[in-house]
């Protein structure tokens, strides 16, 4: 049986520019979650929670921290994959080629003593 064709020859196509911007925001907003968890800990343990309590002052250093990381996130997803180069989609096309292998040529084999 022929192995499949690449999806480039059946007409599929990558993400659109939303599935882009909607990604980068949800690993940002991950990362920035973290963040913001190990932060926020970090400073109640050292200043105090203060007049609103541990568990929201720790969501607001949560929220604050996953908005931001995820809104930039999201708009630097959208632009570094916004226009991609020739030189890129040829390089990419290239790379899931199948290898090209040639039988090593007479004159290069070590002689037998």
Known sequence: ?????????????????????????????????????????VNIFRYGAGTNGIMRTLGQYMLGSGATFGFFMGI???IRTDAVSPIAA??????????????AHQ???????
């Open 1 to 41: 049986m022929p192995p499949m064709p690449p999806a480039a020859n059946r007409g599929q196509h990558g993400p659109s520019w939303t599935d882009k911007l909607k990604m980068g925001a949800m690993m940002g907003g991950t990362v920035g979650v973290i963040i913001g968890f190990i932060f926020g800990t």
């Open 90 to 103: 040829e390089a990419f096309a290239r790379a899931q080629r199948r290898p090209f292998i040639m039988a």
């Open 76 to 78: 630097g997803s959208v």
């Open 107 to 113: 004159a290069y084999r070590p002689r037998e003593k």
